[in-house]
T-cell receptor
Framework: KAGVTQTPRYLIKTRGQQVTLSCSPISGHRSVSWYQQTPGQGLQFLFE???????NKGNFPGRFSGRQFSNSRSEMNVSTLELGDSALYLCASSQSLAGALIANTGELFFGEGSRLTVL | SQKIEQNSEALNIQEGKTATLTCNYT??????LQWYRQDPGRGPVFLLL?????KEKRKERLKVTFDTTLKQSLFHITASQPADSATYLCALFSYSGAGSYQLTFGKGTKLSVIP
């Protein structure tokens, strides 16, 4: 079956602009998590959505937001972009919430990421 | 403060040897720990999960140990091959109270297997 699809793969923005990234999870997966990856900080958790509800949130400012649609597709938005927002943004899907290991490994299936450069 | 440390940013090893990667943590009470592999320009790929009450897990040439007393997980690749060259990430899942939880990743160790 098709994997996690993220669009766009690459984008360049300038400071102050906003950006919207999209993630289509694996069919049947209801949980979508977003991560920011930078060389200095590694993978940092942004938020997790399950059945259109935000279930968990990391320590990022309110400029970072997301949503999930009824078909489990998710978008994340970053407003008023700053230079430090340049990063690889990864989306991951799973069958259930991260903590629910019943009959599964809690495996996250990651997309290829959206590489954001802020100038 | 909570911290996850992977032993080194980079590890070079000769082909055929066993690679051992370390993941240490402080101020976590993990319910489980996962290991992922990440190739350049790609998203991480899940390898193994080990629960808090398990000491060891194996999958083909991979072995993971989990010592909650030492607060450490070791990840071994036996008979390493150049194709094993990648960055390996550990991730800890823990409950943070009031029904909340977190899955926290280490910064990774870049493994290079030299032919």
């Amino acid at each position: 079956k098709a994997g996690v699809t993220q669009t766009p793969r690459y984008l360049i923005k300038t400071r102050g602009q906003q950006v919207t990234l999209s993630c289509s999870p694996i069919s049947g997966h209801r949980s979508v998590s977003w991560y920011q990856q930078t060389p200095g900080q590694g993978l940092q958790f942004l938020f997790e959505y399950f059945s259109e509800t935000q279930r968990n949130k990391g320590n990022f400012p309110g400029r970072f937001s997301g949503r999930q649609f009824s078909n489990s597709r998710s978008e994340m938005n970053v407003s008023t972009l700053e230079l430090g927002d340049s990063a690889l943004y990864l989306c991951a899907s799973s069958q259930s919430l991260a903590g629910a290991l019943i009959a599964n490994t809690g495996e996250l299936f990651f997309g290829e990421g959206s590489r954001l450069t802020v100038l | 403060s909570q911290k996850i440390e992977q032993n080194s940013e980079a590890l070079n090893i000769q082909e055929g040897k066993t690679a051992t990667l370390t993941c240490n943590y402080t101020n976590y009470s993990p319910a489980y720990l996962q290991w992922y592999r990440q190739d350049p320009g790609r998203g991480p790929v899940f390898l193994l999960l080990i629960r808090e009450n398990e000491k060891e897990k194996r999958k083909e040439r991979l072995k993971v140990t989990f010592d909650t007393t030492l607060k450490q997980s070791l990840f071994h690749i036996t008979a390493s091959q150049p194709a094993d060259s990648a960055t390996y990430l550990c991730a800890l899942f823990s409950y943070s109270g009031a029904g909340s939880y977190q899955l926290t990743f280490g910064k990774g160790t870049k493994l290079s297997v030299i032919p």
